[in-house]
């Protein structure tokens, strides 16, 4: 699972397996696509939409192993 959030300077990102594991945390965008270039691409894009239709969540799987 992908996190982005704020930070002080702009947007965070954070990663955790499915069994909860920590990737990454907390990296700038710099910081993940100097660490992480697999997921900086992912994120650089992608496109975000809604279903419209209640309780319908979309959900962008990724499987990635390290």
């Known amino acids: 699972m992908i996190t982005i959030k704020a930070g002080p300077t702009g947007p965070v990102y954070s990663?955790?397996?499915t069994d909860g594991k920590t990737l990454f945390e907390n990296l700038s965008l710099e910081q993940l696509r100097a660490q992480v270039p697999e997921i900086h691409e992912l994120i650089k894009?992608?496109?975000a939409s809604g279903?419209?239709?209640p309780g319908v969540v979309i959900d962008a799987g990724l499987h990635l192993t390290r």
Request: net charge positive.
């Open 15 to 17: 990663a955790k397996t």
């Open 45 to 47: 894009t992608a496109v």
């Open 51 to 53: 279903s419209r239709k």
